[in-house]
């Protein structure tokens, strides 16, 4: 095994996996939604990177390529983990994180009983915009808690008169409370729908895998 450049991303990568639950087990919040969306973020990048440096430096490795996936879904996972435990919208991400999860598990059983035969079928453009899908409404949903957690601090303490008042517009805003609401509304639907969104690729690259390998299932 050779530790290249894009491998050591890739490790990173998997490494960063477990931080993002490590965040709200240790710190209190938003520090930790905010912690959670910076290694989240940082973490996804290195998706692209890797593979970019690994074919532009022909450094591409059997190490490599077993760690990629790997890494992914355990970054998918892991914060589906935690979004479903702390996220205020935990109740509505059930579903769709239980679609996703179902379909990682079900393909990485296949590829781990279709073995070297896996390699054969090819990863479809439309499975990497379900990564992709996946990684922005993770991105968002953990962004929604920042943003309903500085709601909250706008509106503690105001009366019902004064908050009907400054949404409004007829008292003044000074602790940007219509801001913070609309990105709260913006972060809550915009997660919800990617999500929803990235759980119909997951659940159709699955069924297109599966129907890919049907051929090799057959018994002689």
């Known amino acids: 095994m050779t530790l290249t450049l894009p491998n050591l991303l890739t490790i990173l990568r998997l490494l960063c996996a477990p931080g993002i639950a490590l965040c709200f087990l240790l710190l209190p919040r938003p520090f930790a939604d905010w912690w959670a969306v910076i290694i989240f973020i940082l973490a996804s990048a290195t998706d692209w990177f ?8 022909n450094q591409v490795s059997k190490l490599g390529t077993m760690l ?6 355990a970054m998918v996972v892991i914060a589906l983990m935690v979004l ?19 379909r990682e598990v079900f393909v990485s059983g296949l590829r781990e009983y279709l073995g070297e ?5 090819k990863v479809t453009r439309l499975a990497k ?14 962004a929604q808690g920042i943003a309903e957690h500085h709601l909250g601090n706008a509106m503690f303490g105001l009366d019902t008169e004064s908050m009907d ?4 517009g007829t008292q003044p805003d000074d602790l940007n409370l ?8 913006w972060a809550t639907w915009g997660g919800l ?7 119909t690729l997951t659940l159709i690259t699955g069924a297109d895998y599966f129907l890919k390998a049907r051929p090799h299932l057959k018994d002689e």
Do not use: E
């Open 129 to 142: 915009w379900k990564t992709t899908t996946q990684m922005v409404a993770i991105v968002v949903l953990l």
């Open 178 to 185: 219509r801001m913070l609401m609309l990105l709260n509304t």
């Open 165 to 168: 008042g400054i949404l409004a």
């Open 117 to 121: 035969t896996a390699g054969l079928l």
């Open 68 to 73: 990629d996936p790997i890494a992914d879904k």
């Open 193 to 199: 729908a990617l999500i929803w969104i990235a759980a």
């Open 50 to 57: 890797d593979g970019y440096l690994a074919r532009n430096l």
């Open 84 to 102: 479903a435990h702390v996220s205020p919208l935990s109740d509505l991400l059930i579903l769709p994180a239980a679609a996703i999860l179902f």
